[in-house]
Every structure is written in structure tokens, then in C-alpha cells.
């Protein structure tokens, strides 16, 4: 008996090792066709994939953006209370300003959706930069490459050019006002310390923050999912 149980356990252990080989095999035949397919394709074909793929991306995310809600009901970049006055939001929630600390996060969230709005040929622009050298690498890289590409070489610049725009939807907003009235109140309470946010620079980054994360979803869609593969060229260097 027990040397039946003994080949019984023999038979299954192998059975799934093999299957673990077979599925690794699998794994590897799937990622060599893709290879294969690539080598197919010229490097001006890729760059332009990698350009168009972006471009797509950042289209889908400046619309989304810059709808009513859309910094403030997408909790994934949802612009917070600034974390270097966090004492300041909950001394005033304390002191039964809640209402009005929601009031100023809605407006931070609404200065990003407004100047999400004319975010979009800023990053296009960027994009035209990318060479096929680095398109071709960004290719072979993980599902948010090109996003971490273009974040990693047009930050500081989309920062300069960006930052006008934000100050301008800050003001429309009224962002400005709300703050200054949680200022004043805060800094009433005694013991405590001045608060020196500079709002401009703050939501320039946050908003700046949000746009990738955006893009970055959408590079990973479009890598993964076929149907969202909207023009041809797309389908041929995602394939």
C-alpha cells in the first residue's frame, strides 16, 4: 500500500513540475514572439509607436483631468492639505473649521483640473523630443517606461512652463483667498507656528504628479490591452 501511495505522489509531483516547465516555456515562447515581431520593425516605426502611444496616453489624461472632479474624485491623485501645514489642518479642524479646510482641499483639486486643461500640447511637445534610440530602449522597458522617461526629461521644463498656467487657475479659483482666511485663524490659536506654503509651487507639482500617474495607466493599457491600441501603428510595435 504504502508503495502505491509512494508512486501516487511520484506521478502527481512530476506531473506538476512539469506543467510549472511547460508554463515557463510558454512564458518564454510568448516574450521571443514579441521580440521576433519587433525586430520587424524599423526603428523609425518604433519611435514613432512610442511618440503615438504617449501622445494617446496624454490625451486620455489632460480630458480626464480637467472634467469637474477629476483631480478631486480620483483618490489616486486627489491633491491632500499641504503635508508641511498638517498641524495647521488639525488645529483648525479642532477649532471647528472642518467645513472650511474641505472648502480649500475642493479648490486645490479644482486649480489642477483647470489647468489641466492646458496641459496637453505642453507634454505633446515634449514628446516630439524623444529620440529613436531612447524610444527603442523605453520599448523593451516595463509597462510605464515611456512614462518614466518622459517624467524623468521634461520635469523642470513642464515645471516652468506649467507653473504660469497653475497661478492663473489658483487665482480663478479664489485658492488664494480660502488659504489666507485658514491663515488667519491659525495663526490666532496661540503657540503656534507660521506657516509658509508656497501654494503656486505646491499644486504645480501635485497637479504635474497627477498628469503622470495618469499617463502612466494609459502606457500600461495600451501595453496590455489591445482594444485600447487605437491606430494602426500602435497595433503593429504593441502587437
Not at 69 to 82: M, Q, S
Request: hydrophobic letters at 40%.
Amino acid at each position: 500500500m504504502r508503495f502505491i501511495l509512494f508512486c501516487m505522489y511520484f506521478f502527481v509531483a512530476n506531473s506538476i513540475s512539469a506543467q510549472i516547465n511547460i508554463n515557463k516555456l510558454k512564458d518564454v515562447a510568448s516574450k521571443a514572439e514579441k521580440v521576433i515581431n519587433r525586430r520587424n520593425l524599423s526603428s523609425d516605426e518604433v519611435a514613432k509607436g512610442l511618440k503615438e502611444a504617449l501622445i494617446v496616453g496624454i490625451t486620455n489624461s489632460t480630458v480626464n483631468a480637467s472634467k469637474t472632479g477629476g483631480f478631486n474624485r480620483d483618490l489616486l491623485i486627489k491633491i491632500r492639505f499641504p503635508k508641511d501645514a498638517k498641524k495647521m489642518k488639525v488645529a483648525l479642524v479642532k477649532f471647528g473649521m472642518k467645513s472650511q479646510v474641505d472648502k480649500f482641499e475642493y479648490a486645490l483639486n479644482e486649480a489642477a483640473e483647470n489647468a489641466s486643461n492646458y496641459a496637453k500640447d505642453i507634454f505633446i511637445n515634449s514628446v516630439k523630443s524623444m529620440t529613436i534610440k531612447d524610444a527603442v530602449s523605453v520599448l523593451k522597458g516595463d509597462d510605464n517606461a515611456a512614462t518614466i522617461y518622459l517624467k524623468n526629461r521634461t520635469s523642470d521644463d513642464l515645471y516652468l512652463k506649467f507653473k504660469p498656467i497653475i497661478s492663473k487657475s489658483i487665482e480663478k479659483v479664489r485658492l488664494t483667498k480660502y488659504w489666507a482666511d485658514l491663515v488667519e485663524k491659525y495663526n490666532s490659536i496661540p503657540l503656534t507656528e507660521e506657516v509658509n506654503t508656497d501654494l503656486d509651487d505646491y499644486v504645480t507639482n501635485q497637479t504635474i504628479n497627477g498628469l503622470f500617474i495618469l499617463i502612466g495607466k494609459e502606457e500600461k493599457n495600451i501595453r496590455n490591452n489591445p482594444q485600447a491600441r487605437v491606430t494602426d501603428i500602435l497595433q503593429k510595435v504593441f502587437k
